[in-house]
DNA sequence: TGAAATGTTGGGGCG
DNA sequence: ACGCCCCAACATTTC
């Protein structure tokens, strides 16, 4: 082929990038485009930190591209008029781009090959997000897994694909049509979206180097520190795989170098775990979801298991909005709520803890907390989201059963027992000793003299009322 | 990728 | 020396 518009979407990057390796491959001229949907500002989901992520992400890749002599073209508007127009402007046979895995995003997707196929352009989809997709991993009967294990066994039973090559910079002698291009907005207030939180860094670079912080040592005690929020622990990639500023790929060849380095040292003490393996398995939790996602796609309309659909419960509004805003009452759940306001991030450990008193201690349906970390998320994703939102409440496919529910004191003192991340977000709570900052109402005098909110709920009394609810729909 | 309730065991105090 | 009780510590079961 001689021109192929490579159409970025959750693959931010040069690096590691199926459809973009092949249409350098294929093509003599490959024309990067990146299309600012008319949805990005309006879609239910649409929360500042996210989109102020995605516009980092576009101008540190358009930055990037420019290095290697190549200008990406951007385009605001609907995927479905641009593309088409942009391939009769540029003189292209074809786009091409990296599959998506959303039912919606499938949805648009053939539609456009239809539509682009009628006007005589190709439109070809490639496996890059995931390592196996959703067809690829099925049980001996032909269906798709429902639980983790055995799906990660299946998983980690194949080879794994290296990653692809770094986009070539180009020589000076192919042209390329000089295409118009607008410009993003510059900030998420342009689009009516304050940017109310301080959020990571986007883009590729931030990625490589979040990745190469995590290789040179947290990795190596991940399986114990990931569950200490105040530790320094785990990768933060989450936004990047999300926005494809770092490929999966990648990822698994960094975690395999650490493994066999660690291989070469004294063998690990018997019962003791290798933090890259624990790693490995959140990757295939991710790939995990995406598929259930795809096999089960009511998931997003409502309970994995049906039967789910009928819990009855509460439609507080005032303990929704006292959650939402981390005044609960309970210092954990604070603090993490306050850092997912502040930062447009959440460490693991507490989306669980948190995810748990929404729906365990509040008894409030878990689409509204999965609506708002959609909202105020950096890394929302709509599959991990859901699943992880399904399992907390214990309706999704492999969940938590309902009566597992977490005690918000005991989790506070398992992972945090010192009160160090909730001094760091709950200032209110400073006077109070290590071994109380995790029941301050036990000191009525302390808590009535600092600013920090009683107990809206009663967890002991919460619990039994949660496990009659499921109970009656069993 | 729990927690609470209930059951069991064993040491020590005590009459 | 013995039985009895108490209760921590641990194990099992229940939710």
Redesign the pocket.
């Known amino acids: 082929m001689k021109t192929v518009i490579h159409w970025f979407r959750r693959d931010l990057r040069v690096s590691d990038n199926v459809a973009l390796s092949e249409a350098s491959r294929r093509a003599e001229r490959v024309i990067p485009v990146f299309i600012f949907e008319d949805a990005f500002r309006t879609g239910p989901d649409v929360g500042a930190a996210r989109l102020a992520f995605l516009l980092q992400s576009v101008e540190a890749l358009r930055k990037n591209l420019a290095e290697l002599g190549r200008a990406l073209i951007i385009r605001c508007g609907k995927s479905e008029e641009v593309l088409p127009r942009l391939c009769a402007e540029a003189g292209a046979q074809a786009v091409f781009a990296n599959k998506r895995y959303e039912p919606y995003a499938q949805r648009r997707d053939e539609q456009l090959v239809g539509l682009l196929n009628a006007a005589g352009f190709g439109f070809e989809l490639f496996k890059d997000a995931v390592v196996w997709e959703e067809s690829e991993i099925l049980t001996q009967a032909g269906k798709p897994y429902t639980v ?1 294990t055995p799906y990660s066994r299946a998983w980690k039973a194949r080879p794994l694909p290296p990653p692809k090559e770094k986009l070539k910079a180009v020589s000076q002698t192919s042209p390329v049509p000089s295409l118009p291009s607008d410009t993003l907005p510059a900030t998420t207030e342009e689009m009516g979206y304050p940017l109310t939180q301080t959020i990571p860094p986007g883009g590729e670079r931030a990625a490589q180097e979040l990745l190469r912080r995590f290789m040179a040592g947290p990795v190596d005690a991940y399986a114990e520190s990931r ?1 200490f929020p105040a530790v320094d622990g785990t990768s933060r990639l989450s936004p990047h795989l999300r926005a494809g500023t770092i490929g999966v790929r990648t990822i698994l060849a960094e975690l395999n170098l650490a493994r066999d380095k660690k291989a070469v040292r004294p063998p690990p003490s018997a019962g003791s775990v290798n933090g890259a393996d624990i790693f490995l ?2 990757l295939i ?1 991710r790939e995990f979801y995406l598929q259930v996602l795809h096999h089960f796609p009511h998931v997003t309309r409502g309970a994995f298991r049906p039967e789910y659909d009928r819990v009855a419960w509460s439609e507080n509004q005032e303990h929704f909005q006292a959650w939402c805003e981390g005044r609960t009452g309970y210092p954990i759940v604070d603090a993490a709520m306050r850092c997912l306001n502040a930062t447009g991030m959440m460490h ?2 507490l989306r ?1 803890i948190v995810a ?1 008193f929404l729906t365990k201690d509040l008894l409030l349906h878990w689409q509204w907390g999965e609506r708002y970390f959609m909202r105020q998320l950096v890394d929302g994703d709509m599959a991990a989201n859901n699943g ?1 939102w399904q ?1 907390s409440a214990g309706t999704g496919t ?1 969940a ?12 506070g003192e ?1 992972f945090d027992a010192e009160g160090k991340f909730v001094r760091q977000w709950i200032p209110e709570l400073a006077a109070f000793p290590d071994d109380m900052i995790h029941q301050p109402w036990e000191n009525p005098l302390l808590l009535s003299r600092s600013h920090y909110p009683q107990r809206i709920v009663l ?2 009394e919460q ?2 009322k949660c ?2 609810l499921f ?1 009656a729909v069993k």
Do not use: S
């Open positions: 983790f569950n398995n959140e939790w693991n450990r669980m748990m992880g399992w492999d938590a059963p309902y009566f597992r529910i977490f005690n918000p004191v005991t989790q398992k967890h002991e619990r039994p496990l009659a109970k």
